[in-house]
């Protein structure tokens, strides 16, 4: 499923059922994701979404307890290493199967109850004879 907003537009779903797009792009979104170092101090891919958004506001408000102190517990320490102008030890950073969507399932249902109100909010009432 593909769509707009603060996850942006993703072909995820049609490389991953390509064989040979798989293999072309799954090194390349390997290296992207070390390059881009999130892990390297202890963020989630899903971390890096706009908090100020009010769709993914509403997502973080879902969370469990748990998620939502595991992730302050990430900015605190991700943080401390842009203070301290450092990474965290090798063996702390996220692992690649530990980077899990944990926040997408929520936008995604906060996006489609946006729309499914919108639809609602606008509907026309005729009435027939």
């Known amino acids: 499923m593909t769509i707009a907003g603060p ?3 993703s072909f995820a779903s049609t490389i991953r059922r390509n064989r040979t797009l798989y293999r072309w792009f799954k090194p ?4 992207y994701a ?3 170092g999130h892990r390297k101090v202890g963020l989630k891919y899903d971390d890096l ?7 993914v506001e509403r997502a973080i408000a879902r969370l469990t307890p748990r998620e939502q102190f595991d992730r302050a517990f990430r900015f605190k320490r991700a943080s401390q290493c842009s203070v301290l102008h450092d990474n965290l030890p090798k063996d702390q950073w996220i692992k690649p199967e530990e ?14 109850e946006d729309l499914e109100r919108a639809k609602w909010d606008n509907i026309e009432v005729k009435r027939t004879r």
Do not use: F, I, Q, T
Not at 28 to 31: G, I, N, T, V
């Open 7 to 9: 996850l942006g537009v």
């Open 28 to 31: 390349l979104s390997d290296w």
């Open 34 to 36: 070390n390059v881009a």
């Open 49 to 55: 979404l706009v908090e100020e958004r009010p769709d």
């Open 99 to 112: 980077d899990v969507r944990y926040l997408k399932p929520h936008v995604v249902d906060v996006v489609k």
